[in-house]
């Protein structure tokens, strides 16, 4: 008696999350290395 064969298991990764990150990472630096070069002037007493 012949056992079914187990369908081959596909390891494709999924990038389409990955980009999104990435995309959210890059606007988030852009928005935040403008502030860098400005600075913020704080008053330690």
Do not use: E, Q, R, Y
Request: glycine residues 2%; hydrophobic residues 60%; proline residues 11%.
């Amino acid at each position: 008696m012949k056992l079914p064969k187990a369908p081959p298991v596909v390891s494709d990764i999924n990038v389409t999350p990955m980009v999104d990150v990435m995309l959210v990472l890059l606007i988030i630096f852009m928005v935040i290395t403008p502030m860098l070069s400005k600075g913020v002037n704080v008053t330690m007493v």
